[in-house]
């Protein structure tokens, strides 16, 4: 199983930028894509996370109202939709799946297989 993200840049604070983690390989019935990022010097922190059957999602409270994941399960993809970003949202962004589970997963010892990263800035 691989994961790649993709859709990582530049831009200005309120700006957008659009995210996509697509999966290839077999997956499970059941299971959670993430994102988490990890800014420098500080621990790698849980985003968002949506489940491949029921579309459960989770946010953290930092990005609550500002990011929306979506998921093509035709295409494996996952999107990580980020709107009025701000410079503390300047991070390496990572995808991630939790096979087998149920429910949105926030903690990254919850996964079993990550991306390469996509790195945000946001600076004007």
């Known amino acids: 199983v691989q994961l790649q993200a993709s859709g990582g840049g530049l831009v200005q604070p309120g700006g957008s930028l659009r995210l996509t983690c697509a999966t290839s390989?077999?997956?499970?019935?059941?299971?959670?894509t993430g994102w988490f990022r990890q800014a420098p010097g500080k621990e790698r922190e849980g985003v968002s996370c949506i489940t491949n059957d029921d579309g459960m999602i989770y946010y953290a409270d930092s990005v609550k109202g500002r990011f929306t994941i979506s998921r093509d399960n035709a295409k494996d993809t996952v999107y990580l939709q980020m709107n009025s970003l701000k410079p503390e949202d300047t991070a390496v962004y990572y995808c991630a799946a939790a096979w087998g589970v149920h429910g949105p997963k926030s903690l990254a010892s919850d996964y079993n297989y990550w991306g390469q990263g996509t790195l945000v800035t946001v600076s004007s």
């Open positions: 390989g077999v997956t499970p019935d059941h299971y959670a």
